[in-house]
Nanobody, 122 residues
Framework: QVQLMESGGGLVQTGGSLRLSCTASGGSFTSYHMAWFRQAPGKEREFVGVITRFGMRANYADSVNGRFTISRDNAKNAVDLQMNILKPEDTAVYYC???????????????WGQGTQVTVSS
């Protein structure tokens, strides 16, 4: 099965932008819908967005809709999360995940990256 690794996290000011990347290795990338989740300190992991296997459709949590965009490049086995107009409440560890169901629940994804920290300063 695939293994996932995120990159691109960091510190950004409110209103700024950041782009996260997730690279897959060791499996069939196009077998999976790819999602992004995030987890803030003391909170449960929450859904950010998901993109279908061939990138034809994406869905987002209401909290990020219109600010965040997911894209994937199957030739590079990569999925990106473009984050714009960042807010302090976007501060969290961001995880990419691979699953065979086009869902928004943590339990629907069996393959996870190690996470990357995003901090938005006010």
């Amino acid at each position: 099965q695939v293994q996932l690794m995120e990159s691109g996290g960091g510190l950004v000011q409110t209103g700024g932008s950041l782009r996260l990347s997730c690279t897959a290795s060791g499996g069939s990338f196009t077998s999976y819908h790819m999602a992004w989740f995030r987890q803030a300190p003391g909170k449960e992991r929450e859904f950010v967005g998901v993109i279908t296997r061939f990138g034809m459709r994406a869905n987002y949590a209401d909290s990020v809709n219109g600010r965040f965009t997911i894209s994937r490049d199957n030739a590079k086995n990569a999925v990106d999360l473009q984050m714009n107009i960042l807010k302090p409440e976007d501060t969290a560890v961001y995880y990419c995940a691979a699953g065979t169901s086009y869902m928004s629940r943590v339990q629907d994804y069996g393959i996870w990256g190690q996470g990357t920290q995003v901090t938005v300063s006010s």
